[in-house]
């Protein structure tokens, strides 16, 4: 027997949409050995296991790419120990994450030229890839957890609390947030919510400023739905995404949104959110004053961003390699 697709995900978050595939026809197997039409690599971090069974079982492949950051080392220089050895066998991780892997860029840009489809979420990373990558990709955009980010009850929190929820990193600049909140005119709470080594430096930061703040690292998925709805406003002040889940997810759940005006989230969140510049902590102060009176976000306007809506897009953009 031959599936449709055998799909590499390195977590929940990238296999959501797997389920619904099903539903739609598609035979898509998670794990094991069988042999299938296309390998689906949906991150980077999948994609050399992907392309290893793809060249062992004659399968297409398809590199779902979510952003190369500007901060990594993105330009997929030359790597001679992977062109040398890497190929062949595999190379262990000897330190550092996978975006910190010696060389990871390099076999990723190595794949994706040798790949049979490159997709992106956003029109961002579509242009990054090409650039540096010198790859055409086709924009695909994923979806949010739409079983879990649903509109709250109309009533607002009290206190006001402003949320955070992303990685502890300088680029998802979590410390103009504290800087804002001491800024305002309004007590506020801030929850901040992920893991990542700015931790320490943020609770540090909000002290000194005498800004009443929860950093929150080992909250589960209950935990961060329940902290969607106990919010009064999102805040995601990054200065750079490839796609940007936290204020799709806070729409979604009628929160409203002040977000950095970079890319994705014009592209995504528009609509739907006050958009200022990353570093203008006058801005953001203000626009977050005024998201404390506003009214709920309109949901609907991540529609298509849900499972279903993202599945219909993976289906029809995935008929030329099932052929």
């Not at 989230?265 to 570093?279: C, K, M, Q, S, T």
């Not at 953001?284 to 949901?299: F, N, Q, R, S, V």
């Amino acid at each position: 027997m031959t599936d449709d697709l055998r799909w590499f995900a390195p977590n929940e978050y990238t296999a959501l949409i797997v389920p619904e595939l099903r539903r739609r026809g598609l035979a898509v197997a998670a794990s094991g050995d069988r042999p299938a039409r296309v390998a689906v690599a949906m991150s980077g971090r999948s994609a050399e296991a992907a392309w290893r069974y793809a060249r062992a079982r004659s399968a297409r492949l398809l590199v779902y790419l979510w952003d190369l950051p500007p901060e990594g080392t993105g330009s997929g220089r030359y790597d001679p120990v992977w062109s040398l050895a890497g190929r062949l066998v595999s190379l262990p991780r000897l330190w550092g994450g996978y975006g910190r892997r010696r060389g990871y860029y390099s076999r990723l840009r190595y794949i994706a030229a040798r790949a049979d489809a490159v997709w992106v979420p956003s029109e961002l990373t579509r242009e990054t890839v090409g650039q540096r990558f010198d790859v055409s990709a086709e924009r695909v955009p994923y979806c949010y957890d739409s079983r879990r980010f649903v509109p709250r009850a109309a009533a607002k929190p009290t206190p006001p609390t402003l949320l955070t929820v992303s990685r502890l990193r300088p680029h998802k600049n979590q410390a103009a947030v504290l800087h804002a909140a001491a800024s305002l005119n309004v007590p506020v709470e801030v929850r901040l919510i992920g893991r990542g080594p700015d931790a320490g430096a943020l609770e540090a930061l909000a002290l000194r400023l005498g800004v009443r703040c929860r950093v929150e690292t080992q909250a589960d998925d209950v935990a961060v739905t329940r902290a969607y709805h106990e919010a009064t406003v999102a805040v995601c002040p990054s200065r750079f995404e490839g796609f940007g889940l936290t204020p799709i997810e806070a729409v979604a759940s009628g929160i409203p949104v002040v977000a950095s005006d970079i890319p994705p989230h014009r592209e995504f969140v528009g609509a739907a959110a006050r958009l200022v510049p990353p570093d203008d902590v006058a801005a953001l102060t203000g626009a977050i004053a005024g998201a404390l009176k506003a009214e709920p976000a309109d949901c609907s306007l991540v529609r298509d961003l849900t499972i279903a809506a993202a599945a219909e897009r993976f289906v029809s953009s995935l008929q030329p390699l099932l052929r």
